[in-house]
C-alpha cells in the first residue's frame, strides 16, 4: 500500500476520531488517504497554531491522545507555540509534517524545511518528547511506532514525525502492528517507599495532600478521595489540577498558588499542617507560591511523580515516590490500611475553616464597584457557574480572567477544567476548546477568554461553525491586556503604555460575521440569561461581556516574586 495510507490504518488502529490540521501541497497524499477513511475526519483549522491547541484540548478532554497535520515550511513553524504548550503540559500529541521530497533537499525547494534548510525536525525537538523523519519508505511504520510508544509511555507528552512528499506516496510493505504490541501503560510504584509514606501520615498531626496535574494525567481521582477519605486530609489543588477533587467535598481547600485563596495558602504553608503529600505536581513556581520557603519547613514532605527527576528538584523530600499517580495512591491507601490495621474511615479532624466544601457557589467577595455598565469580574464568574451545568467543561485562557477563576469559579466535577500553565500561552482556551467539545459530545463546553486571547485565535470560531462543534465562548472584555496593566501597576506604580486598546474590540459582531449566535451583555443577570439561551442552541456562540478593567485581580503573590527576583540581581550587580 502507499505508505500515506499505512499511516492513516496506524492511526485507525488507534481510534483516532479527528485530525485537526491544514492541508498543503506536500502534505496532500495524506489528506487522499484521510478522504477515504470512514472512521477518521479531518478538522480544517484557521492556523496551524489553533490546530495544535485543538488537538491538545481534545487529548485533555478525552483522556486519549490528539493529532494534528501541518505542511512542510511555514505551516510547520506555526504549529510550534501549540506543541510548545503541550509538552509543558505533559499532553499526548502526535503532530504529522510534511516535507519536500528527498532529491530536493538542499537545492532550495519551495517552503524546503530538510536539515539543509530550516530544520524543522532539530526545531521540535526542544518542545516534544521525540521529533524524526522518516528516512525511507520501509521504515515509516517502525519510526510511527517508536513515536507512539515515546508520546504514552512514562510522563506523557508530543511527538513530532515528518514525512516527505516522495516518500508518502510510494509503495511500503503493509506492516501494521496492533498497538498493544509496540505500546504498554506502565503502573510502577515504589514500595518500600508507600511504606514509609504510610507511616509518615499516619503519625501525622495534621496531614494534608496538593494534588497536582498528574492525577488528571492518571485519572486518579477515585483514589485520591479515597485516600482523602481516610485520613481525614484536607485536599488542595494546583491550578491546572482544580477540581481533582470536587471542590464542593468537605476536605476541599480549593486552589494553591497565587490565584488561590489567601487562606488555603496560609493552611499548607503554615507550620500546623506538619506532613504534606504532593502528588503529580512538579512544584513550580505557580504552585509553591513563588517556591515559598516553608514548604520546604515541613516534618515531612512526600513527593509522588512519575518522573524521577521531580522529585527534590526544588525542596528537600523527605519520601519521594516514584511511580503512576494512580498507582502510588492506590498503593498507599492499601498500605495506610494494613499498617492502622482498620478499614474505612480514619479517625475524624477537624476540618480547616478555608474548607470550600458547602455544596454552594463561592460568594462574590465585597470590592470596588465595577464601572458603569461593566461586570466586575468576582460577578461574572459567580453569574456563570450558577448558569452553567455542575459537569459543563470549562476551558480558561491567560491573562486576568485565569487568576479570578482560579478563585471564583468551583468546579464540581473532576476532568471538567482545563487550563495550560506550563507555557500559559493566550489564545489557548479559544481553540482548545474545540477539541475538547468533539471529545466529549453532549457536554456543555465553554471557553471563558480575555478580549486579548481572543484576539489571537477568535478566527477559529469559524471552525465550529463549519463542524457544527456547539462551543460557548465567554469573552470577558476589559478593553486590553488586563494582566499587563495590572502587572505594571502594581509592580512599578502605573500601567504600561500600551496595554490597553484605544478601539476596544467587538467580539459579539466578531462571532457573528463568522456565523455563530452572538450576544452582548454589561449588567448582572445579562450573562446567566444570555449563556442558558446559548446553550439551548446546540451551537456555536460568542457572548460579549463589558467586564470593569480596574478591578485587581489576585496576582499580587507573582508581582511581589517578580519585585525580589529584580532586587536580588539588581543586589548582585551593583558595585
Avoid at 475524624?348 to 463561592?362: D, F, V
Amino acid at each position: 500500500m502507499l505508505a500515506s495510507q499505512l499511516l492513516l490504518r496506524y492511526l485507525e488502529a488507534e481510534g483516532v476520531r479527528f485530525v485537526f490540521g491544514i492541508p498543503g501541497g506536500p502534505i496532500m497524499p495524506f489528506y487522499a488517504a484521510l478522504a477515504q477513511s470512514e472512521s477518521i475526519r479531518p478538522v480544517l483549522a484557521k492556523h496551524e497554531e489553533g490546530a495544535a491547541f485543538m488537538a491538545d484540548g481534545y487529548a485533555r478532554a478525552s483522556g486519549k491522545f490528539g493529532v494534528c497535520c501541518t505542511t512542510t515550511g511555514p505551516g510547520a513553524t506555526n504549529a510550534l507555540t501549540g506543541v510548545a504548550v503541550a509538552y509543558a503540559d505533559h499532553v499526548p500529541l502526535l503532530l504529522l509534517t510534511a516535507q519536500v521530497p528527498t532529491h530536493q533537499f538542499g537545492r532550495g525547494a519551495f517552503q524546503e524545511s530538510s536539515q539543509e534548510g530550516v530544520d524543522i525536525v532539530s526545531l521540535y525537538r526542544p518542545v516534544t518528547k521525540w521529533s524524526a523523519m522518516v528516512h525511507h519508505p520501509d521504515r515509516l511504520a517502525a519510526t510511527l511506532r517508536t513515536a507512539l510508544r515515546v508520546m504514552t509511555s512514562g510522563c506523557p507528552g508530543p511527538v513530532h514525525v515528518n514525512l516527505p512528499l516522495d516518500f508518502a506516496a510510494r509503495q511500503v510493505p503493509d506492516e501494521l502492528v496492533p498497538p498493544p504490541c509496540y505500546r504498554f501503560a506502565a503502573e510502577l510504584f515504589d514500595r518500600p517507599s508507600v511504606r514509609e509514606a504510610s507511616r509518615r501520615l499516619l503519625a501525622a498531626r495534621r496531614p494534608a495532600i496538593l494534588a497536582g496535574s498528574g492525577v488528571n494525567i492518571s485519572a486518579a481521582w477515585p483514589a485520591l478521595r479515597r485516600l482523602a477519605e481516610r485520613l481525614g486530609a484536607p485536599v488542595a489543588t494546583t491550578l491546572k489540577a482544580k477540581g481533582a477533587l470536587p471542590e464542593d467535598h468537605p476536605l476541599s481547600l480549593g486552589v494553591f498558588g497565587y490565584s488561590g485563596s489567601p487562606e488555603t495558602r496560609e493552611f499548607i504553608l503554615g507550620p500546623e499542617t506538619d506532613c504534606l503529600l504532593v502528588v503529580g505536581s512538579s512544584l513550580g513556581e505557580d504552585s509553591t507560591c513563588g517556591w515559598d520557603e516553608r514548604l520546604g519547613r515541613k516534618e515531612a514532605l512526600l513527593q509522588a511523580d512519575i518522573d524521577p527527576d521531580q522529585l527534590g528538584r526544588n525542596f528537600p523530600v523527605t519520601v519521594g515516590l516514584i511511580g503512576d499517580a494512580n498507582a502510588v495512591l492506590v498503593e498507599l491507601l492499601f498500605q495506610i490500611e494494613r499498617d492502622s490495621g482498620t478499614r474505612g474511615r480514619g479517625p475524624a479532624r477537624e476540618l480547616p475553616a478555608c474548607s470550600q466544601g458547602r455544596g454552594a457557589p463561592l460568594s462574590p467577595v465585597p470590592g470596588p464597584e465595577a464601572e458603569q455598565g461593566r461586570y466586575r469580574p468576582d460577578l461574572l464568574l459567580a453569574e456563570l457557574r450558577e448558569a452553567l451545568p455542575r459537569d459543563a467543561l470549562l476551558f480558561v485562557d491567560n491573562g486576568t480572567i485565569r487568576t479570578w477563576a482560579a478563585r471564583h469559579f468551583p468546579v464540581y466535577r473532576e476532568g471538567s477544567f482545563f487550563v495550560n500553565m506550563g507555557l500559559a500561552s493566550m489564545g489557548y482556551a479559544v481553540a482548545a476548546g474545540i477539541g475538547g467539545a468533539l471529545a466529549r459530545p453532549g457536554k456543555a463546553v465553554v471557553a471563558l477568554v480575555g478580549d486579548g486571547a481572543f484576539a489571537m485565535n477568535g478566527m477559529e470560531v469559524h471552525t465550529a461553525v463549519e463542524h457544527g462543534v456547539p462551543v460557548l465562548w465567554v469573552v470577558a472584555n476589559n478593553g486590553g491586556l488586563g494582566m499587563i496593566y495590572h502587572g505594571s501597576k502594581m509592580q512599578f506604580g502605573s500601567p504600561y503604555p500600551g496595554s490597553l486598546y484605544n478601539e476596544p474590540i467587538d467580539a459579539a459582531k466578531l462571532g457573528t460575521a463568522m456565523g455563530a449566535r452572538s450576544f452582548s451583555v454589561s449588567r448582572p443577570g445579562e450573562l446567566g440569561q444570555a449563556v442558558r439561551s446559548a446553550l439551548r442552541l446546540g451551537a456555536p456562540a460568542v457572548i460579549d461581556a463589558a467586564m470593569d478593567m480596574q478591578s485587581p485581580p489576585p496576582m499580587g503573590g507573582r508581582v511581589r516574586t517578580l519585585q525580589r527576583e529584580e532586587e536580588q540581581h539588581a543586589h548582585i550587580v551593583r558595585p
